[in-house]
């Protein structure tokens, strides 16, 4: 196999936060940070999802798409993605969930209290938002960074800032017209960070728990990556924020804060691991190479 | 859903080329074509894995690691992969199998006529290469493009050019030493491109078809990915060279080439999507946004 040194460095990053004993640099920094880098997750902007019996967690964004969030909110107060499922998943791109009917007003779901119609977020503005700058360029952006936790792109020119399309990140499907989305269909990225899709659509949040299971999920074998036959869809048994939960059902979950010292000195380990293993240093990373860790009940 | 449109386009690109009533101007370009765009895959330089009973098939880059590839090569040839398996599934990250005690002499699988010892092939000279390059910029190298399907990057000033770790690139498992892989231990890419791998590895080719399969295994819970219990590993039930194979037995696959027209077209569309879904048209794209596609008996 692959060198363990490695190995335990990546999955530390890619896992966010489990501690092997194999791993050096990010490890150590991970175990010296004190309790002050790491935040809570915010019981009324935290989805837990039930899907083909697993527990996926997503913290929304009500920073980058306050209209979206709040209906997404709305939708799972109202346990609108209960008997729901996991309708479409695309190799190397999506895994989509939620009313496949969301734009047809004929068919769709009665989205209950929440709207049907909201403007498109695409981007808020980047004027004094605190983002926790990366010092390699991007290509797709000007600048990017960290801003709690999500990943970030600005044109400081247009004054544009919003979530970038990495691994994880999920957003709102819609249709052409740029208002066509509610947060009833929503999708998670599942490979390659499709970065074409930034500033196309509205990112409402992005997974902390359970990434493997959406992207270990068939693939579907229709056009697009549809599932042809109601059996293959992985069934959303519940979605619910935090807070509508007991607390004591609540995943204690902690993320890394990006405006710490602890992970500007982890993005420094991943643009030069200090590891035997890598000859060639990059001395370089992107945006979506990187991974904020997640910990449960204050352990990596 | 999301516009079928704009997924229709994508979907191209991912799928490799299926191509699509809804889609516009990339499957328009694949139609367009001629058939001198297409080239057929080598049969020597090809390998067919039946793993958990999908076909998934690898062109080997016997350009870019040309003792590797030998060597892969005699253990197909010599069936080393039959009854080995899957054995390390680490979410965005790898699929690992072969044999996981490839670097352990005591209990190392024979390599039969292969090599136990080659030198580390990280990377050929890049004069004279001829690589159809990108327009934009990269980051991690100082130039990127394609040679013959595969991803490329070079820096010229070192003059050295080396397979880019993008979704689907086969890489040969080391340990420490730059010099302890043999290919009897592989690897492919299933998640976002780490790129920090690039001129740390020997990369042996990339997986034209079955992806889908290979990044929908489970992920595994050990650390870093591995396998807990043998029951839980996909099984290699085959895997040939085509050449190995009857004629009749032989995917009869082209890939496009990636000095044609039409390729470079097809990256324009990638760069400005010339659909009505694609509100901002970023102009810009990446090495690892781009799939090559491949068509099977001279249908996209």
């Known amino acids: ?91 190397n791109f999506v895994v989509q969930w939620g009313d496949p009917n969301a734009e047809d007003t004929a068919k769709a779901r009665s989205l209950g209290g929440a709207s049907g119609k909201l403007p498109a977020e695409f981007s808020i503005p980047a004027k004094n938002l605190p983002i926790a700058k990366l010092p390699d360029p991007d290509g797709w952006a000007p600048v990017t960074g960290f801003v709690d936790g999500f990943p970030v792109a600005e044109d400081p020119a247009r004054n544009q800032a919003w979530i970038t399309h990495c691994y994880g990140v999920v957003g709102a499907g819609r249709d052409n017209p740029i208002d066509s989305s509610t947060g009833a269909e929503l999708y998670a990225i599942i490979g390659q960070a ?45 979605a619910r924020l935090l807070a509508d939960l007991p607390p004591e059902d609540r995943p204690k979950l902690q993320v890394l804060r990006t405006d710490s010292k602890t992970w500007k000195a982890l993005v420094e380990a991943r643009r030069n691991p200090p590891d035997a293993f890598h000859v060639h240093k990059a001395n370089f990373t992107n945006i979506c190479s990187l991974t904020v860790p997640v910990r449960e009940g204050g352990k990596p």
Chains 1, 2 share one sequence.
């Open 1 to 91: 196999m692959i060198t363990p040194f490695k190995y335990a460095v990546l999955a530390l990053f890619l896992a966010g936060g489990t501690a092997l004993a194999a791993s050096k640099s990010p490890a150590d920094i991970l175990q010296g940070a004190p309790a002050g880098d790491w935040r809570a997750v915010d019981p009324d902007n935290t989805l837990l999802m039930e899907v083909g019996g697993h527990g996926v967690v997503i913290e929304l964004a009500p920073q980058f798409a306050p209209r979206h969030v709040a209906n997404i909110r709305t939708l799972a107060h109202e346990h609108f993605f209960d008997g729901l499922a996991v309708v479409r998943v695309q190799d």
């Open 194 to 238: 499709p970065r074409m899709l930034d500033l196309n659509i509205t990112v409402v949040g992005r997974v902390l728990v359970g990434m493997q299971y959406l992207a270990a999920l068939p693939r579907g074998t229709a056009a697009m990556g549809m599932y042809d036959k109601p059996e293959q869809m992985a069934p959303i048994t519940t």
